[in-house]
T-cell receptor, first 113, second 116 residues
Framework: EPEVTQTPSHQVTQMGQEVILRCVPISNHLYFYWYRQILGQKVEFLVS????????KSEIFDDQFSVERPDGSNFTLKIRSTKLEDSAMYFC???????????FGPGTRLTVL | AQSVTQLDSHVSVSEGTPVLLRCNYS??????LFWYVQHPNKGLQLLLK??????LVKGINGFEAEFKKSETSFHLTKPSAHMSDAAEYFC??????????????FGKGTHLIIQP
């Protein structure tokens, strides 16, 4: 059964550094998403991506964040200059389209020191 | 705006007894509702979804949920708990069926503990 994969599983970085979180969605999916979960808090929507552009973004997704699908398979989330409060689990998801379920990856745990 | 409230942060049941995980939602439109499960070190897996068809929805692993519009509830149940059911469960709402290009709104999660 196809799965969404995410790398790395755990990323430790210094405050102010750039990080790139990578996701490989299921190959026939068209809509892609990033969510995050700060320890002890809710899973929060960050951004959705369709047809090579952002469809929707939450207020969390500020200018420090960007997403890209550079090669038709990988889907990346970049944080330009990390802050302590960016420490969280980041989940990637994909779906085949409106009305379809979202398939989630196992997550990347980002720790900002 | 939409929101989800999961009424219990932890639920503990004995193996073989019924499971009830409670969820209330608010939504400006006709919502789609989901339950996702997360086992340790695994991704979020869809258990079941409600998208305006039958109000009693059956999912995987013997779980089911009933959409009650008058009570704005979507509680998850299972007649007989199994040790493998121990996990974190998330109630999720979307104002568009399945989410589409829109993000999902998650509850805080309920940690289900199964006692032997």
């Amino acid at each position: 059964e196809p799965e969404v994969t995410q790398t790395p599983s755990h990323q430790v970085t210094q405050m102010g550094q750039e990080v790139i979180l990578r996701c490989v969605p299921i190959s026939n999916h068209l809509y892609f998403y990033w969510y995050r979960q700060i320890l002890g808090q809710k899973v929060e929507f960050l951004v959705s991506f369709y047809n090579n552009e952002i469809s929707e973004k939450s207020e969390i997704f500020d200018d420090q964040f960007s997403v890209e699908r550079p090669d038709g398979s990988n889907f990346t989330l970049k944080i330009r200059s990390t802050k302590l409060e960016d420490s969280a689990m980041y989940f990637c998801a994909g779906s085949g389209g409106p009305g379809n379920e979202q398939f989630f990856g196992p997550g990347t745990r980002l720790t900002v020191l | 705006a939409q929101s989800v409230t999961q009424l219990d942060s932890h639920v503990s049941v004995s193996e073989g007894t019924p499971v009830l995980l409670r969820c209330n939602y608010s939504s400006s439109y006709s919502p789609s509702l989901f339950w996702y499960v997360q086992h340790p070190n695994k991704g979020l897996q869809l258990l079941l979804k409600y998208t305006s068809a039958a109000t009693l929805v059956k999912g995987i692993n013997g779980f089911e949920a009933e959409f009650k519009k008058s009570e704005t509830s979507f509680h998850l149940t299972k007649p007989s708990a199994h040790m493998s059911d121990a996990a974190e469960y998330f109630c999720v709402v979307s104002d568009r069926s399945g989410g589409g290009a829109d993000g999902l709104t998650f509850g805080k999660g309920t940690h289900l503990i199964i006692q032997p």
